[in-house]
Structure formats: structure tokens, C-alpha cells
């Protein structure tokens, strides 16, 4: 169901722009390998509930041998790496600049597979592109615009 779908990746970058924010203490403290070592099982755990039924009811023998080759490079390039870089970039960036590059990610996937010929851009894509557009204009603004708090002099 691609509404279903819809709500956990929604569900997904919620929670990815507050742990941004609210574990940025441990993201300092921590080495990227140590955070995703906890993130990625406390996360298969939660997913379980959707994720177990199909999972028992998967045939593996029956699959080719090169599909756990697939399996293995969509788990580490496009979602161990990312999430690599994302906590690394924390330690030297602001979290409202790594989210911007973090939320542009799949604007700028859609782009390049159009661009290729391997997809086509269509009306519902085109309106995501722009609601991320549209945040990430909201966030620099209300960093640009923020006034300047004074500090305390301790006087």
C-alpha cells in the first residue's frame, strides 16, 4: 500500500531530523561506527511488527546467489554510507545544515534518474521536490532572520 509506505518514510525523516537534534550530544561523543552500530538494530527491532511476516514467508533458497551481493550493496552504499556521513558531518556542521543536504538527497536522485532516462518525472515527485524545496528555503530563513541574543556578561 504506497500510502502505507508514505507514512513510514514520513514517519522515518521525522524522527531522523529530532534525533538530528535532540542526540546531538551523543553524535559529539560518539564515533559514527559506535551510533549506527545501536541505531540499525534498535531500528530492525522496531521494524519487526511490519516486518516479520514477510520475512518468514521468504523463500531464500529459491533466490540467485548474486541477489545477496544486491542486498549487501543497497545495505552498505546507499544506507550505511549515507547515514555514515550524515553523523560525521554533525561533528563539524550545524544540524540545520546537514539536514538541508540530508532532506536534498532524494530531490537530487530523482533529478539525476530523470536526467539518465532511468525514471520519469512525474506530477506527485515534482510536488515533493518542491514541499523539500520549500522546507529547506523555510529553515535558511529562519536562521538568516533570527535576531542576535546578547551575551551575558556575567556583570
Do not use: C, Q
Not at 119 to 141: E, H, K, Q, Y
Not at 148 to 153: A, E, K, L, Y
Request: hydrophobic fraction near 55%; aromatic fraction near 12%; glycine fraction near 4%.
Amino acid at each position: 500500500d504506497k500510502l502505507g509506505g508514505d507514512a513510514v518514510v514520513l514517519l522515518a525523516i521525522v524522527a531522523s531530523s529530532f534525533s538530528m537534534v535532540w542526540l546531538k550530544e551523543l553524535i559529539m561523543r560518539y564515533k559514527p561506527v559506535t551510533l549506527l552500530r545501536w541505531i540499525y538494530p534498535v531500528a530492525a527491532v522496531m521494524m519487526l511488527p511490519i516486518g516479520l511476516g514477510p520475512l518468514l514467508r521468504t523463500d531464500f533458497s529459491a533466490m540467485p546467489a548474486h541477489v545477496a551481493w544486491i542486498v549487501a550493496y543497497v545495505a552498505v552504499v546507499p544506507t550505511f554510507g549515507p547515514n555514515y556521513l550524515l553523523i560525521y558531518s554533525l561533528h563539524y556542521v550545524k544540524p540545520t545544515i546537514s539536514s538541508i543536504y540530508f532532506y536534498l538527497e532524494p530531490v537530487i536522485a530523482t533529478a539525476i534518474s530523470v536526467a539518465m532516462h532511468m525514471d520519469t518525472l512525474l506530477w506527485d515527485r515534482a510536488l515533493a521536490s518542491l514541499a523539500v524545496f520549500a522546507g529547506v528555503l523555510l529553515v535558511v530563513l529562519s536562521y538568516k532572520n533570527r535576531p542576535s541574543t546578547p551575551r551575558h556578561t556575567g556583570e
